[in-house]
């Protein structure tokens, strides 16, 4: 039997425990929503994204209007997502919206080159870290929080969690996971080089987070 063998038999004989789950603060039942908002908020602003506070009405014009002042002229939007479709249908003629519907290899080019910023919503958020939930599907793929050098953000604020462990828990990640999920914790940054913190070096360089308070429990 090669050493290989042998360490492969001591593996499957080795008794199995389970894994504790993990702890969550103690203060978390405690924690209102208002506190989880404003901790959220301070924690994002912290790593220089910008947060700005609306309602399910009132989004879409705060959205057309911050991209405007960004001199943002293309803005890629989810295929049948309800909130791409309600900024579609009042758009200003200045602003073209271009749809996430084709694989990135047929429109490379253009994806890279000529969309100024991607609209994207959130699954939910991270209190203690600042950190907004992304699970990419068919309808909004991993590369439209990658690639457009802005990124908005829809976020319920009824869906921001005290922790990672309370939003696993909440939404049952254990029943089923996509092949991506996405925690984005501010603009893209990187400090490789001589350890100086740079933003927008491989990813956006400006994260607009709008923070919805919904009747539903959802962005509409």
Known sequence: MSARDNILARLRKAPVIPAPAPATRECEAREDQATLIAQFTDAMRAAHAEVFFTDEDAWPKLLLRLAEEKGVNTLLIGENTNHGQRLSKRHPDSLRLICYDRPASAWKSELFNEV????????????????????????????????????????????IAPSLASVMASEAWSAGLPSNVLLISGPSKTADIQQTMAYGAHGPRELIVLVCRTSQGRPA
């Open 116 to 159: 100024d910023a991607g609209f994207t919503a959130a699954r939910s958020a991270i209190a203690d870290t600042g950190s907004l939930v992304l699970w990419p599907d068919q309808h909004e793929p991993r590369l439209m929080s990658l690639v457009p050098p802005i990124h908005f953000v829809l976020l319920d604020a009824a869906t």
